[in-house]
């Protein structure tokens, strides 16, 4: 079966120009979360969606991000304008919605912002 | 206070060691309890879900103080494939799906 399906799995960028990062939730799977890891912050939390609507964005940090899923095969993590500061590794992560259900990560997105 | 603190390590043993991870959570209400490892440059799996009586699975014991908040992983007969990092996680507060992480412990399991 496959997992979580994540793209691009590497993408470098300059300052000031829009980045798309997209996600395949597993099929079947109602919930899913986008992540963002750096050294420094570890493992966060940005944005929820619960069977396509999002529950809690209170992780994005700021209005230059922005999060949709039109869909239950799939989700867009954008940020405009980009900076150098949002140099992560962005995971997309799926669950089924219900209690202590295993969220299952994606490979991830490295994003450099030069 | 962090929401759940560990301590990154590095741990550093030989093969055939016993290591032990602990870890502490700020959110007395939390509910479910996970252990997840995280490979160089790959994304974070569960490795087990950790219950109020404690679990183990294979080489690996996870269990659960609710009184103290805190959370160890016990590593048996630790082999070099064990070397990743470890993450404790926890529900966050007010939420039972969504997962606060640990910032992780290092193992590095030496020939």
């Known amino acids: 079966d496959a997992g979580v399906i994540q793209s691009p799995r590497h993408e470098v960028t300059e300052m000031g120009q829009e980045v798309t990062l997209r996600c395949k939730p597993i099929?079947?799977?109602?919930?899913l979360f986008w992540y963002r890891q750096t050294m420094m912050r570890g493992l966060e939390l940005l944005i929820y969606?619960?069977?396509?609507?999002?529950?809690?964005d209170s992780g994005m940090p700021e209005d230059r991000f922005s999060a949709k899923m039109p869909n239950a095969s799939f989700s867009t993590l954008k940020i405009q304008p980009s900076e150098p500061r949002d140099s992560a590794v962005y995971f997309c992560?799926?669950?089924?919605?219900?209690?202590?259900?295993?969220?299952?990560f994606g490979p991830g997105t490295r994003l450099t912002v030069t | 206070r962090k929401e759940v603190e560990q301590d990154p390590g590095p741990f550093n043993v030989p093969e055939g060691a016993t290591v032990a991870f602990n870890c502490t959570y700020s959110?007395?209400?939390?509910?479910?309890f996970f252990w997840y490892r995280q490979d160089c440059r790959k994304e974070p799996k569960l490795l087990m879900s950790?219950?109020?009586s404690g679990n183990e699975d294979g080489r690996f014991t996870a269990q659960l103080n609710r009184a103290s908040q805190y959370i160890s992983l016990l590593i048996r007969d630790s082999k070099l494939s064990d070397s990743a990092t470890y993450l404790c996680?926890?529900?966050?507060?007010?939420?039972?799906?969504?997962?606060?992480f640990g910032s992780g412990t290092q193992l590095t399991v030496l020939p």
């Open positions: 992560a799926s669950s089924l919605a219900k209690r202590e259900s295993q969220q299952y």
């Open positions: 099929s079947g799977h109602n919930s």
């Open positions: 969606f619960n069977n396509n609507v999002p529950i809690d």
């Open positions: 959110n007395s209400a939390s509910q479910s």
């Open positions: 950790v219950y109020s």
């Open positions: 996680v926890v529900n966050r507060e007010g939420s039972a799906r969504q997962l606060t």
